[in-house]
């Protein structure tokens, strides 16, 4: 009895120790100073400032208003296991993300951040729990966008221009990084925010050991995928990655040519995922990529595929290895017989009540009309001119030097600018499935 007081009393002591020991930091852009203690009555004004002071466990409490880091140059680094909370009211008395928003748009400078992500996270092998939660990610303020090429009618703006190449009007290229960035560990969740016109993937990560989870975000016109988490740990030691009840929608190619990437969420090795209960729509390429192996084929990583829709993506809903490069897999025509073939790379553990296009009904109302129609038609084309008589390849004949040849490429849409508003209108679009409407509090 009296060693199971004592063990008692120790665990009580160790829990009122470690609560006490966790503390909290404001953040109000409006209100607050660098210079000051970080309270609730005496904010700090800039987001890193309390990633800076805080400790591993904190809790960080962020106001509305637009957070960019040192100097604005658009990057917040987090090296921290900390819980930071977007959307909350000047006076910190309520929340409420869509009303009180605390947005991460980087404005555009010729000293923004081009090296790494917007959120910058470098964690190492840390076993905490992070969470970033309720805030709003929008890259286009520092992305290019042509003035009128590939821009279609009722678009905001031309397409895409892909770092070297530059509007006139900008101080230098895109910033060609994605929006969180790094090397995660522990219990990483991403929740309830808005990742909009990534130029470089909305999240990509390499997590070292532990869970990563990213659960009612909404994703709209991002290049290369949505999400892609890849464990770094190593094969034998496979991290978690959930994707839970996400609205993703309008994820573009690599390049304009359209000719690879622009996956919803791409499967990685050294991890095992959960899939269940997104919107994976609108992918140039498909809506999960599992092309990736494990250099050691025998082994797979597992895939829990449950009750997400799958509608308009190019061409396929999941892409897989074999046939040739890949294999294009349709939820109507393959499906069914996903758990009793032999993939290379995947064992599927669930594969239940997956939906198609009917299912999307709902999002007509919200999605952007002039976009999706801009999305659903956009082509490209090259062409070559090759002349040999031309006074060029004549001379270049007789040095016996290289003919040469006009090569014209032409593109109806390339990741032009998806408006933020119309983003964000899409949490709740669904009942059920992709990213639901948060509850204030």
Not at 172 to 179: C, R, T
Request: proline share 3%.
């Amino acid at each position: 009895m009296r060693r199971l007081a004592s063990t008692l009393l120790f665990i009580f002591v160790a829990f009122s120790f470690a609560s006490a020991s966790a503390a909290e930091y404001y953040v109000s852009k409006d209100t607050g100073k660098n210079k000051n203690d970080g309270s609730k009555a005496s904010p700090f004004k800039n987001l890193q400032k309390a990633i800076d002071v805080a400790q591993d466990g904190d809790t960080i409490y962020v106001a509305a208003g637009n957070y960019c880091g040192m100097m604005d140059r658009g990057i917040i680094t987090l090296d921290k296991t900390l819980t930071i909370l977007g959307g909350y009211s000047p006076d910190f008395s309520t929340r409420d993300i869509l009303t009180h928003r605390s947005t991460i748009i980087p404005v555009s400078k010729a000293d923004v951040n081009r090296d790494k992500g917007v959120i910058f996270v470098d964690q190492g092998e840390k076993k905490g729990k992070t969470v970033i939660d309720g805030f709003i990610f929008d890259h286009a303020d520092t992305n290019n966008y042509h003035a009128t090429e590939a821009k279609p009618a009722g678009v905001e703006t031309g397409l895409l221009m892909i770092p070297p190449t530059k509007a006139s009007d900008k101080p230098a290229p895109s910033a060609n990084i994605a929006l969180i960035n790094g090397n995660s560990s522990g219990e990483f969740i991403v929740s309830n925010n808005v990742f909009n016109n990534a130029c470089h993937y909305g999240i990509w990560l390499g997590h070292k050991t532990g869970t990563f989870t990213a659960k009612n975000n909404v994703f709209t016109a991002n290049r290369m995928a949505a999400i892609e988490v890849r464990g770094t740990g190593g094969s034998s030691k496979p991290v978690k990655v959930e994707i839970l009840n996400n609205t993703i929608l309008f994820t573009w190619s690599r390049l304009r040519d359209m000719g690879d990437m622009g996956y919803a969420v791409r499967g990685m090795t050294a991890a095992n995922y959960v899939v269940k209960g997104n919107i994976l729509g609108l992918s140039v390429f498909s809506g999960l990529d599992l092309t990736r192996v494990d250099s050691n084929v025998k082994l797979k990583k597992d895939v829990a595929l449950d009750g997400n829709i799958f509608f308009l993506n190019k061409q396929a809903d999941i892409t897989a290895p074999g046939s040739g490069k890949f294999m294009r897999l349709w939820l109507e025509e393959h499906f069914e017989d996903l758990e009793d073939l032999d993939l290379p790379g995947t064992n599927f553990t669930s594969l239940e009540g997956n939906v198609g296009a009917a299912a999307a009904e709902s999002l007509k109302a919200v999605i952007n009309k002039a976009y999706l129609e801009g999305f659903l038609s956009a082509s490209y084309k090259s062409t070559t001119d090759y002349n040999p008589d031309s006074p060029a390849n004549t001379f270049r004949r007789a040095m016996g030097m290289n003919q040469v040849e006009k090569v014209t490429s032409t593109v109806t849409m390339f990741a032009n600018r998806y408006p933020l508003e119309d983003a964000i209108k899409l949490f709740g679009a669904a009942k059920g499935y992709g990213a639901q409407k948060p509850t204030a509090k």
